[in-house]
């Protein structure tokens, strides 16, 4: 059984050509990519900002997978197949998942700190850091990048986070079973077949448990969705908002008494006594009450008292209120 050679150090996997000059085109495609979402004004919570490189390290990495998973399916399990004869292609996508595992653990603690949490983000992506160097090391990087098909449902999740008209939890359920439970069953499996006790095997069983815990969490969360639908009433976060009232209170103008006395029957002169204080009224509406009172050759207001002067016949004294 021929295998390829491992190389002696992680840093002579490092250094391959072939891995720099991925890791440095993967830097500028993925700072593009998130810039570009960022100044576009699309993404606003961060929510959606937590998901922008895991689209496209999903999309890229989950398309790279489907030549080999049907490699593999052809040859009945066949890993021999896969790593031989060595391909530069598979190193070269293991790089860009590599460089996406740094830079969503960088750009999350300064733009989306919250989303990344302790067990899914900096011990799942360190951990998964860890175990890239080695696969590089190993020359296995075409095991996983066939294994990169469980990006599929990472995909279809950062796809509704980033639009929710596009989020599909059926869709997304089925794929995840689909892929990170019976997939991976079956090539932890088909290793076990290939090379009992090899790490290989080992590092695919590591990472199957973490995959059943995340999808008892999904279940447990449309349960609780189902009971929310179910019973509106019962759920806290059902409950409507109370949207506060706002009233309007009318602004009263100022009540005006006027007191009129007859001196002779050619000379007659009114005297109006403002009653209400004026200063529960604006200015603006005084100097348009005053703009009326010229423009119409009324009683004009000045300094709180109403004076008029006009000719008229005997009549009752009246008093006017105006409101």
Known sequence: MSLPQPFDTPRQGIEQPIILRS?????????????????????????????????LSSFVTSISSLPLVWEIFKSNGDIQKLLMPEREWPIAVTSFFFTFLVLDLTVGYCFYRSKVELLTGWIHHIGYIITLVWTIQQKYCPIFIT??????????????????????????????????????????????????????????????????????????????????????????????????????????????????????KTDHSVRHETVNDLSVVDRPLQRQQELLCHEKNRPYCNEGAVYAQHKHKNHNPSIVSVH
């Open 147 to 264: 294994m990169c098909c469980l990006e599929i449902p990472t995909f279809l999740l950062a796809l509704g986070s980033i639009n929710k008209k596009l989020r599909h939890d059926y869709l997304f359920a089925g794929t995840f079973v689909t892929s990170r439970i019976l997939f991976h069953a079956y090539m932890i499996r088909t290793l076990w077949v290939f090379q009992p006790y090899s790490r290989m095997c080992g590092v695919l069983s590591i990472f199957f448990p973490l995959h059943c815990y995340w999808f008892y969490g999904f279940i447990q969360q449309q349960q609780r969705l189902h009971r929310q639908a179910r019973n509106p009433l019962t759920c806290p976060s059902s409950q409507p908002k109370t949207v506060p009232v706002i009233v309007q209170t009318p602004v009263l103008l100022p009540s005006i008494t006027l007191n009129t006395k007859h001196s002779s």
């Open 23 to 55: 890791v440095a085109t993967s830097c500028a495609v993925f700072l593009g990519w998130y810039l570009f979402w960022h100044w576009s004004g699309y993404i606003r919570t961060i929510r959606q900002r937590a998901y922008v490189l895991s689209l």
